[in-house]
């Protein structure tokens, strides 16, 4: 199966939902968003397939949502593409795309829904909560 994160390496969250994938055994593409950047077409098409509005995926904290004005509810998904597309940190990571669907992955464990398959266990968070147990079940 294939697997694309669109990634941010200094994210905590990112970084365990990365780890997640690479041990339940994929290769997965990773996209430093942060790099690379958004095209229009790419985050309406990422977001429709994740069921998000651009106001959802709208990463509101460690941003320059609140300074650029973006964070009043008026403002529309039109602009708040518009500033995603120029500052890509807008946009909250990660996002994960598998045959299984798109999803935002915050929390991580979001990813699991995703992946055909579950990492050996133990695995814990970001945070050090328990995910995969030893017998490689999900806990919670």
């Given at each position: 199966?294939?697997?694309?994160?669109?990634?941010?390496?200094?994210?905590?969250?990112s970084r365990n939902v990365l780890a997640l994938i690479?041990?339940?055994?994929?290769?997965?593409?990773?996209?430093?968003?942060?790099?690379?950047?958004?095209?229009?077409?790419?985050?309406?098409?990422?977001?429709?397939?994740?069921?998000?509005?651009?106001?959802?995926?709208?990463?509101?904290?460690?941003?320059?949502?609140?300074?650029?004005?973006?964070?009043?509810?008026?403002?529309?998904?039109?602009?708040?593409?518009?500033?995603?597309?120029?500052?890509?940190?807008?946009?909250?990571?990660?996002?994960v795309c598998t045959r299984r669907g798109v999803r935002?992955?915050?929390?991580?464990?979001?990813?699991?829904?995703?992946?055909?398959?579950?990492?050996?266990?133990?695995?814990?968070?970001?945070?050090?909560?328990?995910?995969?147990?030893a017998g490689g079940r999900r806990v919670g």
């Amino acid at each position: 199966m294939n697997v694309v994160i669109h990634h941010n390496p200094n994210c905590g969250t990112s970084r365990n939902v990365l780890a997640l994938i690479e041990a339940a055994g994929y290769r997965p593409t990773v996209i430093e968003y942060l790099n690379v950047g958004w095209t229009r077409p790419q985050l309406l098409g990422l977001f429709a397939a994740a069921g998000l509005t651009a106001r959802e995926a709208l990463r509101t904290t460690k941003s320059p949502a609140e300074r650029l004005g973006l964070l009043d509810p008026l403002v529309s998904d039109e602009t708040l593409l518009d500033a995603m597309v120029e500052h890509p940190v807008l946009v909250n990571r990660p996002i994960v795309c598998t045959r299984r669907g798109v999803r935002l992955c915050r929390p991580s464990e979001a990813v699991l829904d995703l992946l055909d398959r579950l990492p050996p266990g133990p695995f814990a968070k970001e945070d050090g909560q328990l995910l995969i147990d030893a017998g490689g079940r999900r806990v919670g």
